[in-house]
C-alpha cells in the first residue's frame, strides 16, 4: 500500500505531524518517526525535536551534578554563579521550542544551530530548507 504524499504520520498532514512532534519534543517526535512519514523534512522535524530535548536535558543535568559537587566542598556560594546559567539555558530552550513548533504547524522547518547538525546525523533535511 503506498502512502499519499499529502498525507504523514497516522493520516495527517504534514504540517500537523511535524507541529505534533514538536510540541510533545522527545514523546511526540518519537511517536511520528514511529509513523515513518513519507515527507523528509518532517522526520527531520522529529529527529531535530527529540535531540533538542535530550541535549538540554544532558546539559542540566551536568550542571546540577557540579552545583553538587560544588556544596559537598563547601563552595556553594560558587554554585550560585551557576544559577543564572541554568535561567538563561531554560529561557532559551523555551524560546527554540516554541518558535520550532509554530514553524512546524506552518509547514517548515527551522533549523537550529548545532541542534540541526546533530539532527543531520541521523536524518538529513532536505535541499529546501
Given at each position: 500500500m503506498?502512502?499519499?504524499?499529502?498525507?504523514?504520520?497516522?493520516?495527517l498532514?504534514p504540517?500537523?505531524?511535524?507541529?505534533?512532534?514538536?510540541f510533545f519534543?522527545?514523546l511526540?517526535?518519537?511517536?511520528?518517526?514511529?509513523?515513518?512519514?513519507?515527507q523528509q523534512?518532517?522526520r527531520?522535524?522529529?529527529?531535530?525535536?527529540?535531540?533538542?530535548?535530550?541535549v538540554?536535558?544532558?546539559i542540566?543535568?551536568?550542571?546540577?551534578?557540579?552545583?553538587?559537587l560544588?556544596?559537598?566542598l563547601?563552595?556553594?556560594?560558587?554554585?550560585?554563579?551557576?544559577?543564572?546559567v541554568?535561567?538563561?539555558l531554560?529561557?532559551?530552550y523555551?524560546?527554540?521550542w516554541?518558535?520550532?513548533?509554530?514553524k512546524?504547524f506552518?509547514?517548515q522547518?527551522?533549523?537550529?544551530?548545532f541542534?540541526?547538525t546533530l539532527?543531520?546525523?541521523?536524518?538529513?533535511a532536505s535541499?529546501s530548507?
Amino acid at each position: 500500500m503506498i502512502q499519499d504524499q499529502s498525507q504523514s504520520s497516522f493520516g495527517l498532514a504534514p504540517n500537523v505531524a511535524a507541529g505534533i512532534a514538536s510540541f510533545f519534543t522527545w514523546l511526540g517526535g518519537l511517536i511520528i518517526l514511529l509513523g515513518k512519514p513519507p515527507q523528509q523534512w518532517v522526520r527531520f522535524v522529529a529527529v531535530q525535536a527529540i535531540v533538542m530535548f535530550v541535549v538540554y536535558f544532558a546539559i542540566i543535568i551536568g550542571l546540577n551534578v557540579v552545583v553538587g559537587l560544588l556544596s559537598a566542598l563547601h563552595l556553594g556560594i560558587l554554585a550560585l554563579i551557576l544559577f543564572p546559567v541554568e535561567m538563561i539555558l531554560g529561557l532559551a530552550y523555551f524560546v527554540a521550542w516554541i518558535l520550532m513548533t509554530v514553524k512546524a504547524f506552518q509547514g517548515q522547518a527551522m533549523r537550529l544551530p548545532f541542534i540541526s547538525t546533530l539532527a543531520d546525523r541521523w536524518v538529513s533535511a532536505s535541499t529546501s530548507l
